[in-house]
């Protein structure tokens, strides 16, 4: 790995980061204030107005007076995946597929580090940004959850939600980061980066719809946050190795396919 790119990666996408760790606090902000362990009427009357398979479809169709249920239900059910892709769609096309498409990777390889070395680095960096995305995320999550209801929320699930859902955006960020790498054109990569998540999210929201749609889910990545299985309890041991696998997979298959591919420069 090059220090000196990663720290280069770091300062050019430095702002869309921070806008995306800031739209994704100040929903969970917002979600954390609407809550109210006491009286749920008024999530309640707004959900009547709303249809019924619609609110399904996006987690909202019930409302828990435990705070840990409610954040995994609002939040986590289907937020918690919107702005994630986004970066992740607009950061793997910048690292690779951009340079490649415009000419600016030539300067890269003029460097005395090899292809593999500059692919992995930015496949590193794409890991890392994403990671420290939900690690601020739970931190900060926790101060304002602490400050606004003290310690009704269960840190522990907390945690163990959190690291589910970043595993399952590093494999989102390795799709897009595959893509980035496989296609030399910029307008490809960003299409079949967007197409194919966008396609997983819109499986994973039809399938909530209806109990005859449900089978839906079943072909979405999304889906693999399962908030109702961590809140009973139960191990997600065996799920997260799966995730690290195929992200391990993904990643390797981009660092190989950019090694053999002929680059138009």
């Not at 809550?35 to 987690?59: I, K, Q, R, V, Y």
């Not at 609002?74 to 498409?101: E, Q, R, T």
């Not at 680095?121 to 003290?150: W, Y």
């Not at 163990?160 to 054109?185: D, H, K, P, R, W």
Request: a neutral charge.
């Amino acid at each position: 790995m090059s220090r000196t790119l990663f720290k280069a990666d770091m300062r050019s996408n430095a702002v869309l980061f921070v806008i995306i760790l800031y739209v994704m606090m100040l929903y969970f902000s917002v979600m954390a204030m609407m809550f109210n362990p006491s009286d749920t009427s008024a999530w309640t009357s707004m959900l009547e107005l709303l249809p019924e398979g619609l609110m399904a479809g996006f987690g909202f169709d019930s409302v828990s007076t435990n705070l840990t249920n409610y954040l995994a239900e609002y939040y986590y059910g289907f937020i918690v995946f919107i702005f994630p892709m986004i970066y992740c769609i607009i950061i793997s096309n910048k690292l690779v597929a951009k340079l490649v498409d415009n000419g600016s990777f030539a300067y890269l390889l003029m460097a005395p580090v090899s292809r593999r070395r500059i692919i992995v680095t930015k496949g590193v960096f794409l890991l890392s940004s994403i990671a420290m995305l939900f690690t601020i995320l739970h931190v900060a999550g926790s101060m304002v959850c602490r400050m606004m209801f003290g310690d009704m929320l269960n840190q522990q699930l907390f945690l163990q939600i959190n690291l589910n859902a970043a595993l399952i955006t590093m494999l989102v960020g390795m799709i897009c980061f595959f893509y980035s790498c496989f296609f030399n054109e910029s307008k490809r990569a960003l299409a079949f980066s967007a197409g194919v998540n966008i396609g997983f999210l819109l499986l994973f929201v039809l399938g909530g719809t209806s109990e005859q749609a449900e089978f839906l889910k079943d072909f979405s990545i999304y889906s693999l946050l399962d908030t109702k299985r961590i809140l009973e309890g139960s191990g997600t041991a065996g799920l997260d190795g799966m995730l690290i696998g195929a992200v391990l997979v993904l990643f390797g298959c981009s660092v190989r396919v950019f090694e053999k591919k002929n680059l138009p420069i």
